[in-house]
């Protein structure tokens, strides 16, 4: 027997539509900061995508609090696991780093003066295809940070054309949400149901791994050929002057910061003190330091927090909804449904459900990760590349109508690639 919703159900998953409605209208609320004076500030938060999600977080406790009490609004905020947003804070602040971005930057200059392209050209491809497939490692918040800074510095702070911008975006976005499959730890929808159903490192290779690599290089290496004109043109980024050699104790420590945030992702009171330490080791040394980027990590936390909060209320109908599909209508469903949910809340309730089927876990997986790339709230690192690209786009906003049509693209190589000999 179906159970009814309940009321603060039925209004949660109504604040849930509201919440992604607004995301898609973000540009309206930045006139309205233009126009009015007066409200301009508040105007402007509402036009702050990262802001959305916390922003309709605190209506549904406000309701929560008038409907069943102050008492249980907190019992249920108490009740939530922000142990994601707290850790995409921490990895995208350290990743970001200047002596991790530098050891970054050489890392891909390296790997580009290997390949038979201009310089500007093979920066990009390899910013575009290794870097998202070294998330597998480092972790996907941690790869959409370096990749999202590489190519900022290399495309998006040059005079280049919207549509270039856009497609790099959608190619980078689908090939993060992709390119984290080759282990067990990496990707938020795999994490939350690797334990579970014994997705190991070789069970992850062997499925999902070999398949997400041919995907990532054939979209880097569409976008890059179709772009190959323009890209030509660009000036190789070089090194940030004044800044001389960044020493090899320097790198090391802020590597050792990284990996103990990795290592620990699971346990928040962990990486947030290695965090804190790394804090004080940049005060320490802050000659090789530039501004670490705690307000745009914090809004991204924000955005992350506010939809672990509003997902809360939403198995009632994503849960019966999944159970309706069979493997194939499952994959294309779970694909669609990443778009509008994130994809780790997606997969963990599909965890949730008993006596599931190889195909079910496959497909549920597969199509979550597939459809990561279509829109800022499908993929819990999107937040990280779009709070910092987006400064490079008209108005200081990027489009999710244009994002998508971006993403749609490489999103079908995805799907060729998942589906083919499934």
Same mark, same amino acid.
């Given at each position: 027997m179906? !159970?009814?919703p $309940?009321t ?19 540009? &309206?609320?930045?006139?309205?900061a233009?126009? @009015?004076?007066a409200?301009s +500030?508040?105007?402007?938060?509402l036009?702050? =995508? ?9 209506v ?8 069943s009490?102050v008492?249980?609004?907190v019992?249920?905020? @108490? +009740?939530r696991?922000?142990? %994601?947003?707290?850790? =995409? &804070?921490?990895?995208m602040?350290?990743a970001?780093s200047r002596?991790?971005l530098?050891?970054?930057? *050489?890392s891909?200059?390296?790997? /580009?003066?290997?390949l ?6 093979a920066i990009?491809f ?6 998202p497939?070294?998330?597998s ?11 999202a800074?590489l190519?900022?510095?290399?495309v998006?702070?040059?005079?280049? $054309?919207?549509k ?6 959608g190619?980078?976005? *689908? ?5 984290? =499959?080759?282990?067990?730890?990496a ?5 939350? =149901? ?7 490192f070789p ?10 690599a041919?995907a ?9 050929? !179709? &772009?190959r004109t %323009?890209l030509? %043109?660009?000036? /190789?980024p ?12 320097i790198m090391?420590?802020?590597l050792?910061f990284?990996t103990?945030?990795?290592?620990? $992702? ?6 947030? +003190?290695?965090?804190l330490?790394?804090?004080?080791f ?7 330091? @530039? ?7 914090l809004? *991204?936390a924000?955005?992350?927090a506010?939809?672990v909060?509003l ?8 849960? /019966? ?16 449904l ?5 994809n ?9 459900v008993d006596?599931?089927?190889? %195909?079910?876990?496959?497909? !549920? *997986?597969?199509?979550a990760?597939t459809g990561? +790339? ?5 993929n819990?690192?999107n ?9 490079y &786009?008209?108005? @200081?906003?990027?489009s999710? !109508? ?10 079908l190589i995805?799907?060729l690639?998942f589906?083919?000999?499934?």
């Amino acid at each position: 027997m179906t !159970l009814q919703p $309940s009321t603060i159900e039925v209004a949660a998953a109504v604040i849930f539509v509201i919440a992604i409605v607004h995301t898609f209208t973000t540009k &309206f609320f930045a006139r309205l900061a233009h126009l @009015d004076t007066a409200h301009s +500030g508040v105007w402007h938060l509402l036009s702050e =995508v990262e802001a959305v999600f916390g922003f309709w977080a605190m209506v549904l406790c406000v309701l929560l609090a008038f409907h069943s009490g102050v008492q249980e609004a907190v019992s249920y905020v @108490d +009740g939530r696991n922000f142990t %994601e947003p707290l850790f =995409v &804070f921490a990895i995208m602040v350290i990743a970001a780093s200047r002596p991790i971005l530098h050891l970054a930057t *050489v890392s891909v200059r390296s790997m /580009a003066s290997a390949l038979p392209f201009s310089r500007p050209v093979a920066i990009y491809f390899v910013s575009l295809s290794m870097v998202p497939l070294l998330g597998s490692f480092i972790t996907e918040p941690a790869a959409m940070t370096l990749a999202a800074l590489l190519l900022r510095d290399a495309v998006y702070k040059q005079n280049v $054309s919207t549509k270039l911008k856009y497609a790099t975006l959608g190619a980078l976005f *689908v090939n993060i949400s992709i390119g984290g =499959v080759l282990t067990p730890y990496a990707a938020p929808p795999v994490l939350m =149901v690797a334990a579970k159903w014994g997705f190991d490192f070789p069970f992850m290779i062997s499925t999902f791994g070999w398949r997400a690599a041919i995907a990532v290089f054939v979209t880097a290496t569409i976008v890059t050929w !179709l &772009f190959r004109t %323009e890209l030509r %043109e660009l000036h /190789a980024p070089q090194g940030r002057a004044g800044h001389g050699e960044m020493p090899i104790p320097i790198m090391a420590m802020h590597l050792l910061f990284l990996t103990g945030v990795v290592i620990f $992702s699971h346990h928040p009171a962990v990486f947030m +003190g290695i965090f804190l330490f790394f804090l004080g080791f940049t005060a320490a040394y802050q000659k090789y330091q @530039d501004r670490l980027i705690l307000r745009e990590g914090l809004m *991204v936390a924000f955005f992350l927090a506010g939809l672990v909060t509003l997902g809360g209320f939403q198995k009632w109908w994503l849960e /019966a909804l999944l159970l309706q599909l069979n493997p194939t209508a499952l994959y294309y469903g779970s694909t669609a449904l990443t778009a509008i949910t994130d994809n780790a809340a997606l997969t963990y309730l599909g965890s949730l459900v008993d006596g599931v089927s190889a %195909e079910f876990k496959y497909a !549920l *997986v597969a199509g979550a990760v597939t459809g990561g +790339g279509l829109t800022v709230i499908a993929n819990a690192p999107n937040p990280a590349g779009f709070a910092i690209l987006k400064g490079y &786009f008209r108005d @200081d906003a990027i489009s999710p !109508l244009g994002l998508l049509y971006a993403a749609a693209g490489p999103t079908l190589i995805a799907i060729l690639a998942f589906q083919i000999g499934a």
